[in-house]
T-cell receptor, first 111, second 115 residues
């Protein structure tokens, strides 16, 4: 699986959009971009994933560049409950493949 | 639907003792994963099962760690003898090959402290 690069930490004011970047310059054509987050003392939670088109669900939006070498996770209106570590992971297509976690981005949402 | 269940939530043992963790995945999920998460790091895959067969155990320290998944449902992860560096949270996750987008569903984890 390709590796990803994320900033170690970010801050965001409550109510503002949180934009979390991820670089995955060695991504292969059959690899998806997945985002998970881990709130303190909980297991990781799936957020969203995509291949090459932008995706949106009730939690977030995922913007993938045309060359697929980077992506941005957008939380449109961050709340204090969004404070967590966010992991960007590239994963081979297929439902039984493993997730390989990096160190992620620690997002702190403040008042 | 019920989530992934793990027990115990917390365990404190002395080094060289043994410990076992239990995981009950989401009903119908054929794939089960055990991850180890050391403080400040992302989770690291220890072993992956497909039904009751092992798919990947390349990062499992087999001299002290063992895992089984009898009947393709529940799973146990055992450490014997434990070392100080085994202090971590052990996360169990499951996924379905036939439903959803293949995302992993994680339990809350079992926190191990080795003294």
């Amino acid at each position: 699986d390709a590796k990803t690069t994320q900033p170690t930490s970010m801050d965001c004011a409550e109510g503002r959009a949180a934009n979390l970047p991820c670089n995955h310059s060695t991504i292969s054509g059959n690899e998806y971009v997945y985002w998970y987050r881990q709130i303190h003392s909980q297991g990781p939670q799936y957020i969203i994933h995509g291949l090459k088109n932008n995706e949106t669900n009730e939690m977030a939006s995922l913007i993938i560049t045309e060359d697929r070498k980077s992506s941005t996770l957008i939380l449109p209106h961050a709340t204090l409950r969004d404070t967590a570590v966010y992991y960007c992971i590239v994963r081979v297509a297929g439902t039984a493949s493993k997730l390989t976690f990096g160190t992620g981005t620690r997002l702190q949402v403040t008042l | 639907e019920a989530g992934v269940a793990q027990s115990p939530r917390y365990k404190i043992i002395e080094k060289r003792q043994s410990v076992a963790f239990w995981c009950n995945p989401i009903s119908g999920h054929a794939t089960l994963y055990w991850y180890q998460q050391i403080l400040g790091q992302g989770p690291k895959l220890l072993i992956q099962f497909q039904n009751n067969g092992v798919v990947d155990d390349s990062q499992l320290p087999k001299d002290r760690f063992s895992a089984e998944r009898l009947k393709g449902v529940d799973s146990t992860l055992k450490i014997q003898p434990a070392k100080l560096e085994d202090s971590a949270v052990y996360l169990c996750a499951s996924s379905s090959r036939t439903a959803g987008n293949g995302e992993l569903f994680f339990g809350e984890g079992s926190r191990l402290t080795v003294l």
